[in-house]
């Protein structure tokens, strides 16, 4: 089958700039938000790149968080200032502090993705990168503005952003997919994804956008597809307990198991991935008294 070609959608002030493939990683959906006296564009995606002889001005850029797919297009802007939030923002200032937010201690592996993020998506540094916090406010003239709502979790500066008057949630990572929640590098925290999966809940627009697969959906669908997408951490959690109700594993044996991929799954990434995102649960099952940790670094769980 033919993929698909990219398109827009138009929401009054904001537009959808869908990537190939509706923007199945590594592409993705970028927004722009145009008001009376500026203009911005919400995570520059690899979808822009075949666009950028026609694409409209824009004041500054915008960064959901500091992740290679969400910054692959950030160097068609050069001369305009880049905002992401603050606990994000070593991320765009400089390699090392982009490298960090992963955290891969295998060299090899290492060097491979740094190598990846360099040639496939364009990563390039951004000294004078600027930091934004939760609550701040873009204006960009009459009724337009652009609002941060820091929801950390997948990383540490993940913000969504609201966007009035159109009462778009543009939920950047929080992405709705079958996948589920990622927390699986160094700067994700698997309980702040949670708090922010439970604030974002709360909040009423009139049309939720995500950076992969799922687009633009009403508040109905929004509320289906997090159901869907929260339940997947339930999921994750209720299959390791099985797992370590068994027999007493290492970490090392949960993360060959596998649980946020599938065993069959070629991702390059997957050990360390596993490592982190799981050991977050065993973790988190240790501190409950639901695991425990028989000598140092082997949990079994109760036959349950
Ligand atoms: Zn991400």
Known sequence: MAEEAPFELALGAATVWFGAARGKYPQGNSL????????????PSLGLLPRRSGFPRVDRVLN??????????????????????????????????????????????????????????????????IAFRDGDVFELGGDVRVRVIHTPGHTRGH??????????????????????????????????????????????????????????????????????????????ERRLLAFLAEAPRTLDEVAAHRFVYRPSDPVPFAAPVERRSMGQHVARLVRQGRVRELEPGRFQADVV
Not at 32 to 43: K, P, W
Request: net charge negative.
């Open 159 to 236: 913000s969504a952003l609201f966007v009035e008057p159109e009462a778009i949630l543009y939920l950047g990572d929080i992405d709705l997919s079958s996948f589920g929640p990622y927390y699986g590098d160094a700067w994700s925290d698997l309980e702040d994804f949670e708090k922010s999966l439970a604030a974002v809940r709360k909040i009423e627009a009139r049309h939720y956008a995500t950076f992969h697969h799922i687009g633009v959906v009403d508040r109905r669908t929004f509320l289906e597809r997090l159901d869907r997408f929260v339940a997947v951490i339930a999921d994750r």
């Open 64 to 129: 959901s968080h500091c992740h290679e797919d969400h910054v692959a297009g950030n160097h068609l802007f050069p001369d305009v200032p880049w905002h992401v939030h603050e606990a994000d923002l070593p991320g765009l200032q400089s390699f090392a502090g982009f490298m960090a937010i992963f955290g891969y201690d295998d060299p090899q592996v290492s060097a491979g993705w740094a190598r990846l993020v360099r040639e496939r998506f364009h990563y390039v540094e951004r000294p004078d990168a």
């Open 32 to 43: 722009t938000v145009r008001g009376a006296e500026e203009s911005l564009v919400i995570d």
